[in-house]
């Protein structure tokens, strides 16, 4: 069995993961921030691991700075319906997944203007193509670090710079990145960044977050939602601190106490490692595939500008049926279609018939490549049952 | 002079982060119920020796803890 979905969620994880959660659930147990015994500080300590491993990972002196929420989805609903307001006017890339172009619309309905900077037919762009649509009225710029499609990796580095120099907020969907890509919340000129547990960080599902940046004012973003959080609770309105602001109701600790243990182990690792490692997947990948007749991978096509996400189309075959044949008759998973990202499709010119997508992890093997692009090879040559 | 004083926090978050920076410079933090009389902030709060308040505070500063006020702790 070859498992090469990890863009949509990592599998295997590693046993300290499993090891965490069970240890959470049979001796520990209890919420944290409600109650002052010893269960209940546990758990808060679970909670804090969590928070000072991501704020390690990406670069943040201070670990109350990192919020967690159950996915990057929440994470980035928070800041669009927070931030924006009837009357501002926010941009985006053509490569974004519905987390992002979703909420956009639906505030687009309430008087928001919404602008699409377009990218290249690679998926890339430049930090140019975001500044002409800079008018007075923008208060954000939100862009995905890499896209979930083909793995295309965005210059937030040079976009944030801009975002500095015209006093825009800059929030990052790093769903793709945190994990399998450098990022420095600081050196990114990030104010936001949005991430999620499952993916690249090699956590369970239903965990993720923000990261603040220092010199974000959380005074200016409400929180998404209301409610208890353990801290002044004689009143009735919501706390302005973080993390509480953006944590009220009981969180997924059992989940979070995996993802404590997934960052570290990433972090002992090396994260370096485990690019120079996917890197190498990733140019398997690309040569492989690219030499079958009929194939064509989207995308960069260059493992140096791009994550281990590689997508491709055979000629005259549809990509749900490929992917069912990998499935059943090869014992390889993938994701077929579109991929939540129609807006990253129509960019790469693959909408609405859509790719099918090898995401390979830190635990892929290259012997396995080569099973996955000889099984593609002989679907090529011999059609999908064939 | 009091034998323990209390640091009050904001959150149980802070008390966690005020509990391993001190940990981790060997003092002698203890995380307890807040006193009620002392406040309601913040279900948890730090007991830490009197004798050590102002390093402890300093330690805390440095770190960028955010706390409420360190009180002597009259039992
Ligand atoms: C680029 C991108 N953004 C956002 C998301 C949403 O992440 P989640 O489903 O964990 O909220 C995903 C993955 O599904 C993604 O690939």
Known sequence: ?386 | MAEFAVILVYTTTDAIFAERVLRRADLAAKLIPTPRHLGSDCGSAVRIPASESERCEELLRTAGVSLSRIVPLNT
């Open chain 1, 1 to 386: 069995m070859l498992y090469l979905d990890h863009a949509s969620t990592s599998w295997p994880k590693p046993d300290c993961v499993h090891e965490a959660i069970l240890r959470y659930l049979r001796d520990v147990g209890a919420s944290p921030g409600r109650s002052a015994h010893r269960l209940s500080l546990e758990a808060e300590r679970i909670r804090f691991d969590a928070r000072e491993a991501v704020a390690e990972l990406v670069g943040m002196k201070d670990p109350m700075r990192v919020v967690f929420t159950c996915n990057a989805t929440t994470a980035i609903n928070l800041v669009l319906r927070g931030l924006l307001t009837p009357g501002c006017h926010a941009i985006t890339t053509g490569m974004e997944h519905n987390a992002v172009l979703r909420p956009l619309r639906t505030l687009e309905a309430k008087g928001i203007a919404v602008s699409i900077a377009g990218c290249r037919a690679d998926g890339s762009m430049d930090a140019a193509a975001i500044e002409q649509h800079i008018r007075p009225e923008t208060k954000l710029i939100v862009a995905n670090h890499a896209s979930n499609v083909c793995g295309t990796v965005l210059p937030v580095r040079e976009i944030g710079e801009l975002a500095r120099r015209h006093g825009i907020t800059f929030l990052v969907d790093a769903a793709q990145t945190v994990g399998a890509w450098p990022i420095d919340l600081h050196h990114d000129n990030i104010d936001l960044l949005a991430f999620t547990g499952h993916k690249a960080l090699l956590g369970p599902t239903g965990t993720g977050g923000l990261a603040i940046d220092d010199d974000f004012a959380v005074t200016s973003l409400p929180a998404l939602i209301s409610g208890g959080t353990g801290s002044r609770s004689e009143e009735e309105i919501q706390p302005d601190m973080l993390p509480d602001k953006y944590e009220a109701g009981t969180p997924n600790i059992m989940g979070l106490a995996g993802l404590a243990a997934s960052v570290r182990y990433l972090i002992e690792y090396g994260v370096d490692e485990i690019i120079e490692h996917e890197r190498l997947l990733t140019r398997r990948l690309i040569d492989g595939l690219g030499d079958i007749a009929g194939v064509r991978v989207v995308g960069p096509g260059d493992a140096q500008r791009q994550t281990a996400v590689v997508s491709f189309t055979v000629d005259g075959l549809a990509c749900s049926e490929i992917a069912r044949a990998l499935d059943e008759n090869h014992e390889i998973m993938c994701r077929p279609g579109l991929h939540c990202a129609p807006r990253a499709h129509r960019t790469l010119g693959t909408y609405p018939d859509g790719t099918v997508r090898f995401a390979p992890g830190p635990f892929t093997q290259e012997e396995e490549i080569d099973l996955a692009i000889e099984a593609v090879s002989s679907i090529a040559r011999r059609g999908i049952d064939g």
